[in-house]
């Protein structure tokens, strides 16, 4: 597509229930990244995918979150048992390749989840 | 570590006038420097980089300097209009796979 498409836009959940979060990056590009935004928080990076290696999850904060990533094309981040602190805007990101070849990285407009 | 402090919001400003918006970091190694801005109803975008001390990033108007001593990044623009109003991120690089970022500022430029 012409961008980072993310959905849902908009998500309210109760406390305890799973949620999915998906992003579908520019076709092409083989980098993805996901960043959360807390509530006067900067962006905190998630985790990472680059082609078919290991992704790089050191962000996740915790084991109720994963993501993956089928097809080096489309990913899902999942939460596990939503706690109200996970309210955040999650975005998504890709890049031709890694940042480490200066890549331009490109976000989508973000998920939206409140916890309730 | 590696962080980013930049200047809290939101900022209000006339049309025409003066921005500077005051970003810091401390990092490990050489950072490249960015800036990105997210506009309303759109995702962040890169506004300008800096990949090494006394480069200048520019973009529609503003500018960027990489200040090694003094750990800086702060944009500047002479005259804003009110499509800038967006809110403005500084983040860094130092090699790895992601960026990090400062918490964002809200610009307000009102006619």
């Known amino acids: 597509g012409a961008g980072v498409s993310q959905s849902p836009s908009n998500k309210v959940t109760e406390k305890g229930k799973d949620v999915e979060l998906r992003c579908d990056p520019i076709?092409?590009?083989?980098?993805l990244y996901w960043y959360r935004q807390s509530l006067g928080q900067g962006l905190e990076f998630l985790i990472y995918f680059q082609g078919n290696s290991a992704p790089d999850k050191s962000g996740l904060p915790s084991d109720r979150f994963s993501a993956e990533r089928t097809g080096g094309s489309v990913s899902t981040l999942t939460i596990q048992r939503t706690q109200q602190e996970d309210s955040a805007v999650y975005l998504c990101a890709s890049s031709l390749s890694g940042l480490r070849s200066g890549n331009t990285i490109y976000f989508g407009e973000g998920s939206w989840l409140t916890v309730v | 570590g590696n962080s980013v402090t930049q200047m809290e919001g939101p900022v209000t400003l006339s049309e025409e006038a003066f921005l500077t918006i005051n970003c810091t970091y401390t990092a490990t190694g050489y950072p490249s420097l960015f800036w990105y801005v997210q506009y309303p109803g759109e995702g962040l975008q890169l506004l300008l980089k800096?990949?090494?001390?006394?480069d200048k990033g520019s973009n529609k108007g503003f500018e960027a300097t990489y200040r090694k001593e003094t750990t800086s990044f702060h944009l500047e623009k002479g005259s804003v209009q009110v499509s800038d109003s967006a809110v403005y991120f500084c983040?860094?690089?130092?090699?790895?796979?992601?960026?990090?970022f400062g918490t964002g500022t809200r610009l307000t430029v009102i006619p």
């Open positions: 800096a990949t090494k001390a006394d």
């Open positions: 076709s092409g590009h083989t980098a």
């Open positions: 983040a860094l690089r130092t090699g790895a796979n992601n960026l990090f």
